[in-house]
Every structure is written in structure tokens, then in C-alpha cells.
């Protein structure tokens, strides 16, 4: 079985990145809270928007990323109508790869943990390829400490 | 208010295109059935496999479908775990445009009717072009009677 | 086939109640656009958001409400990453069911406009039954003029 | 970061329990491949279908089952149109929870696996409460070897 997760990551201070998604009434399923996979696409929110915001394009570099783990914790239910805040920040970054963590809060409660596992691949062989220095540099300043 | 849909699209005579789309957990909500995007989904099932199998690249012709309205009908409820079949057919193809007609079953009911209006652009200039003959003569095969 | 929606539909200043919904990834389709299912969400945003404005408990009537019929014009395309902001006001109360208009706005333009008809039925026995003048004189509140 | 799962659990033979999931066009996204929520929607698919065939009412015994955790790893991509099949197995049994591992395969190839751990909890305390026996039995009925 997987290791936990750093416990830090329930802490909104770990956080710099910062986005917030609305929890839709068909987020929610038969049990009467948020299904799962609606807490995924929360992380997705979160993870997507914090590359974009890297103001050079990597597409540019014929680079590409794509996911290749996500581990998610639930820790607590959330409910419709109302808000998720999620968090991001950067926990590695390795040679081709770099892992995300991530918070998502609501009403006030840490209501799931993420880590992501990201690999940056070349576009046309789909192997993995060398983070750029720059993109490096930027996602460490979001490491989380 | 709009008109109401001819009623044999509740009729599982009436097509002859059909595909199966599996209930997903996540398709319900907290009301306990199958939400209504859910059954928006069922049909965009139907309508792209179908289009899907004209066997001619329209892509080659520059041209790109596009939906211009979905006007959807809700007549049961539907509920996990379960299939539901949908069939399509064709109601009317116009000069640069097409309605399809669709009924969704399941448990051997009819839980919904559906029209949809496809538009066909020319994929640079974004502008409605001629549905293409052969593809015409294909729609109308299909031509709900 | 259906007639148009009314063209007011498009017209910001009709509406007097607002939601924005997050544009998700997941929204997205292989088009590279939102999905038009994505849309029909919004509209679900929009008039759940709406009809649980209402100060008292309708489920405290033994009333529900269902959706009975979505219409859905596509008017403009999305993308990700941006904001939808939807409209959302009320067409006409009948007797059991009422009709909902609204407007889906992104980018500074009416990307579509939906006609939605809701019945109130009885949780129990699952009939239409009578708009509660309370509700009646609420919904007629928000009347798109 | 987490540990790996374990190679086995991309390999078909080790599965007794089998669903099928439609690839739906709205689980693409706009980099023209399925997205990653639709793969923990697939997994949901194998996972609710898998507790749901349990012959006895666990709600009876007044208990209920929730996600703890989802790890998921993405090995190949999916496309629209297509089928994913989905293999769900028993990892572990614990006293109040279960590790579920399973494979899902698209056109020949594992494109993901996936563990999940699901904890039974007391419908009204919402605590963990232990697995009641013959439900324990008829997990183990499905280990993965």
C-alpha cells in the first residue's frame, strides 16, 4: 500500500498558488455529497492553472506534460451549493518529472490532499525529456516547505 | 415556449442507429437518479457515433460539424447501475445544417426525446457550407420516418 | 422544429440573478473548445443556484421540482482557462411548472441562451401539483421583461 | 512520494470481476486524448459495480463505504470512440477497511492501475466500524494472488 502523504499538505500556509473552483449541483451523486471524482477534477482545477500561469510556453520547446500518478486523500465530505479552494505548490522536481502537492479546502476544512506526478515529454517521440532550466527555477518557487 | 417534439421519437421502431452508453456512479446526484447532464451525455454518445460512421473523412473537405441547439425532452427517471440504449435518426437535413432526432430507453422505457440542430462550417473561415452530397445522400438514410 | 428563443435571452440587462462558474479542463473537448455539455452544467449552476434562493422549504411542502425540458441554443464557443457567468430569470409560472430563461456570457459575449421548463411535482406520488403562491409570487419576481 | 503498485496489477489474468465502460466524447479533452478524470471515473465504474454485486445489504447492517484514497497510474492514453474494460480485484482486507487494486485495458494495452482504499464507517456515528464477516468472505473471494 502507498505511503501516506506529508501531513503539511492539509496546511493552507504551505500554499503560495491559489485558485478557486464552484461545486456543481451534478458534482454531487446518490449518496447526497461530492462524488470523488469531482474532488479530481478540483486537483485538476488547481494543477492546470498553476502550469498555465508559467508565462513562457513550453509548447514552444515541442514539450508537453502529462500525468502520470495522481494520489488523492479524502479527508473530509464536501456539499452543494459552495466552494473548493485548492492549493498547489511544488514537493520535487526531478530530472524529467516533478510532483505537485496539493489542498483542497471547504467551509473552512481540509477536505482532500493530492500529490500529482507530472512528466515533461517531447512532443513528437512521447519520451520523457530534460525539465527546462527555466520552468525548473520557476516551479521551485513554490516548493513546499 | 418551444413546440413539443414529435412524439414517435419516443418510438424504439423508428431508428436504426443504436449504441449503449453504461450508467456511471457518477451520473447521479443527490436526488438519488441520474442527473440531467447525464442524459445530455447519452446523447452526444449517440449523435457522435453515429456521425462518426460515415465513412468518408469531412475533415478532408475542410468542413467540421458543429451544434448550434439541443432542445431534450425528459420524460422518467433513469437509476445506477443500468444501460441505456439510445437510438438517432435523421429528422431533416437543410442546406448547410441538419436535426437529428434521438430517443433515449432504458429498463424498457423511454426516459427521453431529443432533437439536435448540427451545423456544418467550413473550418478556416468558421462560416456554414454545404452539407456535401454524399454525405447528404448518407444522412438521409437514416431519415426518420 | 422548435421555435427560437426569444432574442432578449442574450441581453445582459434581462437578468437580475448571476452566478460564474469555474471553466474546468475537464470541460474541455478533443475539439479544443468546452464541450457543449460543459454549457448545459453552467445552466445547471445557474438554476439550482436560483431556485434554492428561495427562503422557505419547498421540500418541507412534500413538493420537488423536476426538469421537464432544456433548450439549448449554442451561440459562441468557450475556452479554457476563463469564467462563465450565467444569467438566470423566469419566463412564465403556469399552473404546476414554470420556465426559466437564461444567458451564459464568457469573454464579453452570449456564447448561449436555454429555455428550461421545471415541474413541482408531489414526492410521493411523483404528480404535478400546484405552484405555492409563495413561490409563485417569489419566481415572478425575477420575470425576464 | 509514494510507492509504486505492484506489476501486477496490469496484468488481465489476475482479475475475476469484469465491467465495460463507454468511452464517452465529452472524456476527451483539448489535447485530443481522454482525459485523467474519466480514468477515475472508469475505475469508479469497476469499483461501485464490484461492492454493488455483494448479494446482502450492507445498509441493512446500518454501514457504508467510503473512499479513503484513490492512487492512480497512468501507463498508455485512451481515445474516443472505444471501450475500457475494467479488472477489480482485493488487495488487502483490513479490520475496518479494504484495498481494492485494478487494471484498465483499452485496445490491447493497460492503460492505467489503480488502488483504492475504501473504509466501512457507521451511517450515523460516520466512524469506522468493522467489516462484517461474510462481506470480509466474499472479498477475499476476490484476492489478487
Not at 34 to 48: P, S
Request: charged share 20%.
Amino acid at each position: 500500500m502507498a505511503a501516506s502523504h506529508a501531513p503539511h499538505l492539509t496546511e493552507r500556509a504551505r500554499y503560495r498558488h491559489w485558485v478557486s473552483d464552484t461545486i456543481r449541483y451534478s458534482d454531487t451523486d446518490m449518496v447526497g455529497h461530492v462524488n470523488n471524482l469531482a474532488f479530481a477534477a478540483y486537483c485538476e482545477t488547481g494543477r492546470t492553472r498553476f502550469m498555465h500561469e508559467f508565462p513562457k510556453p513550453l509548447v514552444g520547446k515541442d514539450a508537453q506534460t502529462v500525468i502520470a500518478r495522481l494520489m488523492l486523500n479524502f479527508l473530509g465530505e464536501a456539499h452543494w451549493p459552495g466552494v473548493v479552494e485548492v492549493g498547489t505548490g511544488v514537493i520535487a522536481v526531478g530530472n524529467s518529472s516533478m510532483t505537485l502537492g496539493q489542498g483542497l479546502f471547504s467551509e473552512g476544512r481540509c477536505i482532500a490532499s493530492a500529490e500529482s506526478t507530472i512528466v515533461m515529454i517531447d512532443q513528437v517521440t512521447r519520451k520523457p525529456r530534460r525539465v527546462p532550466d527555466d520552468f525548473r527555477a520557476w516551479l521551485l518557487g513554490y516548493k513546499i516547505d
